[in-house]
């Protein structure tokens, strides 16, 4: 390929990401200092919410390496189908689009690109070639640290806002100021801080029980002058309902976690649009 032809195809390529987005009113970029802290639980639920609100919204699963969404959503033996007008996004419910590193994997009729090993045209391709539709949100679950490949997706991906998650614990919460600094340098505008599996809901007596100090997270977000979204407890039966498909917020609807779901996404409206 003449250098020419390549420039005319990444110009391509990136009319195709704009044409997109332009078409995406608001673009959460979910990170955290490490992996383990609930990041993808955090990045599904928060869809759900939006969808649930009559919200349309995407869900863009960019962690290359451990591509969970799929099977958290219940999900994970659709397919994207290859049409004329592009790739299609795999519906989750009639609100909720996904799509994810996962579904790349075993699909033999996606051009070669999507299957191969050049990660970042693909996280590219995940917006410019997908049929997204309109959308009011979409929520992407990067990498987890701040290395080189959440530095990738933030460059590719403009976000209009930069979430992190955090746990109560000092090692999470020192991360998470790496994570602010990070988004920050990124000229991102940090919506805020969730802090999860911040005390447990005791499953026999209903009373909240500390496990690791709680309010850090919270008190990160004020020493760091950002906005602090909300604390989401430890529950059993998020872990069981990940592992099962079956997501969370739709099967426990009342649970402390879905309401402090539920209180984080207005918050985040009202951090993003004002
Ligand atoms: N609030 C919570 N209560 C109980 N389990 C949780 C909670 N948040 C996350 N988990 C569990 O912790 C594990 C790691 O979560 P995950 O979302 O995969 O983290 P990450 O994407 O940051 O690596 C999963 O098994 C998940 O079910
Ligand atoms: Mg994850």
Same mark, same amino acid.
């Given at each position: 390929?003449?250098?020419?032809?390549?420039?005319?195809?990444?110009?391509?390529?990136?009319?195709?990401?704009?044409?997109?987005?332009?078409?995406?009113?608001?673009?959460?970029?979910?990170?955290?200092?490490?992996?383990?802290?609930?990041?993808?639980?955090?990045?599904?639920?928060?869809?759900?919410?939006?969808?649930?609100?009559?919200?349309?919204?995407?869900?863009?699963?960019?962690?290359?390496?451990?591509? $969970? *969404?799929?099977?958290?959503?219940?999900? #994970?033996?659709?397919?994207?189908? =290859?049409? /004329?007008?592009?790739? !299609?996004?795999? +519906?989750?419910?009639?609100?909720?689009?996904?799509?994810?590193?996962?579904?790349?994997?075993?699909?033999?009729?996606?051009?070669?690109?999507?299957?191969?090993?050049?990660?970042?045209?693909?996280?590219?391709?995940?917006?410019?070639?997908?049929?997204?539709?309109?959308?009011?949100?979409?929520?992407?679950?990067?990498?987890?640290?701040?290395?080189?490949?959440?530095?990738?997706?933030?460059?590719?991906?403009?976000?209009?806002?930069?979430?992190?998650?955090?746990?109560?614990?000092?090692?999470?919460?020192?991360?998470?100021?790496?994570?602010?600094?990070?988004?920050?340098?990124? $000229? *991102?505008?940090?919506?805020?801080?969730? #802090?999860?599996?911040?005390?447990? =809901?005791? /499953?026999?007596?209903? !009373?909240?029980? +500390?496990?690791?100090?709680?309010?850090?997270?919270?008190?990160?977000?004020?020493?760091?002058?950002?906005?602090?979204?909300?604390?989401?407890?430890?529950?059993?039966?998020?872990?069981?309902?990940?592992?099962?498909?079956?997501?969370?917020?739709?099967?426990?609807?009342?649970?402390?976690?879905?309401?402090?779901?539920?209180?984080?996404?207005?918050?985040?409206?009202?951090?993003?649009?004002?």
């Amino acid at each position: 390929m003449t250098a020419n032809k390549r420039e005319e195809e990444i110009k391509e390529e990136e009319r195709k990401v704009t044409e997109t987005l332009a078409k995406i009113k608001n673009r959460l970029l979910v990170f955290s200092g490490k992996g383990g802290v609930g990041k993808s639980t955090v990045s599904a639920n928060l869809a759900l919410v939006f969808a649930k609100k009559g919200l349309k919204v995407g869900l863009l699963d960019v962690d290359i390496h451990g591509p $969970n *969404l799929a099977k958290m959503m219940g999900v #994970e033996d659709k397919k994207m189908e =290859v049409s /004329p007008e592009g790739i !299609k996004a795999v +519906n989750v419910n009639e609100n909720l689009k996904l799509v994810s590193m996962s579904f790349l994997l075993q699909e033999p009729n996606l051009p070669v690109i999507w299957r191969g090993p050049m990660k970042m045209k693909a996280i590219q391709q995940f917006l410019g070639d997908v049929d997204w539709g309109e959308l009011d949100w979409i929520v992407i679950d990067s990498p987890p640290g701040t290395g080189d490949e959440p530095l990738s997706v933030a460059q590719l991906i403009p976000a209009t806002g930069a979430i992190i998650v955090t746990t109560p614990q000092e090692v999470s919460l020192m991360d998470s100021r790496k994570a602010v600094a990070f988004a920050v340098k990124l $000229n *991102l505008k940090i919506i805020g801080i969730i #802090e999860n599996m911040s005390g447990m =809901v005791c /499953p026999h007596c209903g !009373k909240k029980i +500390n496990l690791f100090k709680e309010g850090g997270g919270e008190k990160t977000a004020l020493e760091l002058g950002v906005p602090f979204l909300g604390k989401i407890p430890l529950d059993p039966q998020i872990v069981s309902s990940g592992d099962e498909g079956k997501p969370f917020i739709a099967t426990q609807p009342d649970s402390e976690a879905s309401k402090a779901f539920m209180e984080i996404v207005e918050n985040i409206i009202k951090v993003q649009s004002a």
